[in-house]
């Protein structure tokens, strides 16, 4: 199979590309990124033979066309995006440029080229925040994001379901709780209370630290994304979550007490304007196709951890 992945330099991409290499030696993988603060060429240094790496921008149609048309390529698992709510909330702009016009632009180069699967990545952050108690987020669930990163992501996947119906190509969408891992950007939760509290400074967690979580590792995600796109169907939707919900305050203490530092260092920041409270999944679409997590959050978060005092105490 010839793949071309978006985003592949960046924290769940460049996991996806590391395993599938591993695993599918007879494949042929291109990856496509841009190179943005989030990606970053030095995971992909132990399959840089084994894959070829563009760096470019997914809304580049004429860019893409030509990779598809050249490599003959089977299927794109699109994990390009901007990601960073915070970042959002700033500046949508760069979001709007990737999150909807690179998707429309990657809907654009399947329609020419029928035979192409799409298989796009999103997000539970679509369904908006639930209350606790409320039922988890189906397929089928309105989408009500409630920030501009989510708004991006769900325009996406409208375009993608519109394109299918409209011009019948062939794609599938993921949508997935929080990943945590090695190679996530720094601005986030968990590398940021790593970081902070290796330098024995006050990790910030938002408004009371109540909002809730659903964790799941990094690789039982790229794991699922490799179910779907060996088992799942065209046209559907699957929904990924380990059902690990956790409320953020608990996260930093158990992060803390890995790192062995003191539970002091929390410190309450102003809440994220606009902070959604829960989200849940319904993963039964996933789980349908054999999927089930394997990584702990326990065993998770110690090799997060330690992969993370590598970085910052080199
Ligand atoms: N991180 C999570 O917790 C999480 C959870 C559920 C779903 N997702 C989804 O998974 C996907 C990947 O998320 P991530 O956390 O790995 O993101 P990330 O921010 O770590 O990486 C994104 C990658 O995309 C690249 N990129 C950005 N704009 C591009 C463009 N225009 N063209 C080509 N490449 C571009 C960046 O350089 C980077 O390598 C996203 O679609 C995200 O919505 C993430």
Redesign the pocket.
Known sequence: MNLLV????????SHFVLRHVQNNPDDQVIV?????Y??DRSYLESVEEQMQFIH????DQILVTKIVEDRGIDVIVD??????VDNSISDAAPFL??NVI?VQSLIEVCKAHPEVLLLH????EVYGGLQDGEQSSTPQSPLNPGNPYSAS?AAGDLLIKAAINTYGIRARIT?????YGPH??EE?FLPTIIRTALNDEKIPVYGEGKQKRDWLYVTD?TDAVEAVLEKGKDGEIYLISADSERENIETAKLMLEVLGKSQDLISFVKDRLGHDWRYALDSSSIKALGWEPKVSFEDGIKKTVEWYQGKYTS
Request: proline fraction near 0%.
């Open positions: 978006t985003g592949g330099a960046g924290f769940i991409g496509l990124d841009l190179l943005t989030a990606g470019g921008d997914i809304a994990f390009a995006a901007e990601t960073h440029h990737t690179g990545v999103s997000t539970d992501k949508r997935c709780t929080n990943n996530q950007a986030k995600h």
